[in-house]
């Protein structure tokens, strides 16, 4: 039996979030791969390649940490493991989620505008729900 309907929530919108960032989210990505043949000048193709695999790497690396908060809810909401420790981890992954949700906010206001730029970059209102919900978990 699940410990709370909040966290239970939480971690499914978590779960979800990864499958989708990693599915979606690298789909995406390769939209942008820079293209040996179209390029004329070596050196420009080299930089944007490694520019395109720093930021691949970016993904990915949020896809470990989409990994690790599923993980970690799931042991919080299904185990004792974290006994003790319940509220202080809950605390920190809210933290972690709406601060995340405030940069994502942050760098879509002082980024050159596009339209919809809120609504097609939404990803920061399921951050901001997921902190939320680990919050109200609280005991």
Same mark, same amino acid.
């Given at each position: ?39 004329? %000048?070596?050196?420009?193709? &080299?930089?944007?390649?490694? =520019?395109?695999?720093? @930021?691949? *790497?970016? +993904? ?19 185990? %004792?493991?974290?006994?003790? &420790?319940?509220?202080?981890? =809950?605390?920190?992954? @809210?933290? *972690?989620? +709406? ?41």
């Amino acid at each position: 039996m699940y410990k709370s309907n909040s966290l239970l929530l939480a971690n499914i919108l978590t779960a979800t979030t990864l499958v989708v960032h990693t599915i979606v989210g690298d789909a995406d990505h390769c939209v942008i791969e820079p293209n040996e043949k179209r390029e004329e %000048n070596r050196e420009i193709y &080299h930089l944007k390649r490694e =520019k395109w695999t720093q @930021s691949r *790497c970016g +993904l990915h690396w949020i896809t470990a940490e989409l990994i690790l908060a599923t993980a970690g809810m799931y042991t919080l909401n299904f185990t %004792n493991y974290f006994e003790g &420790h319940e509220n202080f981890l =809950k605390k920190l992954m @809210s933290t *972690c989620f +709406l601060s995340i949700s405030a940069s994502w906010v942050a760098t879509l206001l002082f980024s050159k505008p596009f339209p919809k730029r809120f609504l097609k970059l939404g990803q920061y209102s399921v951050l901001a729900l997921i902190g939320g919900l680990l919050y109200n978990s609280l005991e």
